[in-house]
T-cell receptor
Framework: GEDVEQSLFLSVREGDSSVINCTYT??????LYWYKQEPGAGLQLLTY?????DMKQDQRLTVLLNKKDKHLSLRIADTQTGDSAIYFC??????????FGKGTRLSVIA | DADVTQTPRNRITKTGKRIMLECSQT?????MYWYRQDPGLGLRLIYY???????NKGEISDGYSVSRQAQAKFSLSLESAIPNQTALYFC?????????????FGPGTRLTVL
């Protein structure tokens, strides 16, 4: 079955890099996603990576995908207080609903 | 001008009451979803619909029902609410034609069952 795992909490100092990790079990995943949920709000897509890619960079965000280990990570460079949120990893097989991890709560200490 | 809207945004009700949560979208997407979010449990899929005539159970459909009244509307009902249905409920939409296959989320409905 599908399962997406991620640690529940991460705390970093402002200006440092944050790395949020995720593992998934379904090797047939087509896309992998990172969503951000700010307090009191819905989920917004941060970035996604197609399963045939190893890396994707978008400004301060870097996504790394290791298909062999079924491991996905999100690196946020120069973390700011506005990055404090819950980050969800999700996978898709293309024609099915997304399967979400439990979310990692990122706390940024000023 | 939100693309996915949910009403109400907050609701407090009593055990045994029937509750309907509504979702509307202006994105023109065929696919719609209902999730619930509980602290530490992430998002769990309740029901989903790939078009107006299609309804599918998700991971935790017991105690819930849905209605897809039109392409733009997908309602979630709790026939007889119970306290452990207290949660944050999200509606989402998607378009299989998009390269990313991403889902777009509404702002959520916070439901409290006393």
């Amino acid at each position: 079955g599908e399962d997406v795992e991620q640690s529940l909490f991460l705390s970093v100092r402002e200006g440092d890099s944050s790395v949020i990790n995720c593992t998934y079990t379904d090797s047939s995943s087509t896309y992998l996603y990172w969503y951000k949920q700010e307090p009191g709000a819905g989920l917004q897509l941060l970035t996604y990576i197609f399963s045939n890619m190893d890396m994707k960079q978008d400004q301060r965000l870097t996504v790394l995908l290791n298909k062999k280990d079924k491991h996905l990570s999100l690196r946020i460079a120069d973390t700011q207080t506005g990055d404090s949120a819950i980050y969800f990893c999700a996978e898709s097989m293309g024609n099915t609903p997304l399967v979400f991890g439990k979310g990692t709560r990122l706390s940024v200490i000023a | 001008d939100a693309d996915v809207t949910q009403t109400p945004r907050n609701r407090i009700t009593k055990t045994g009451k029937r509750i309907m949560l509504e979702c509307s979208q202006t994105k023109g997407h065929d696919r719609m979803y209902w999730y619930r979010q509980d602290p530490g449990l992430g998002l769990r899929l309740i029901y989903y619909s790939f078009d107006v005539k299609d309804i599918n159970k998700g991971e935790i459909s017991d105690g819930y029902s849905v209605s897809r009244q039109a392409q733009a509307k997908f309602s979630l009902s709790l026939e007889s609410a119970i306290p452990n249905q207290t949660a944050l409920y999200f509606c989402a939409t998607s378009d299989p034609g998009l390269a990313s296959s991403e889902q777009f989320f509404g702002p959520g409905t916070r439901l409290t069952v006393l």
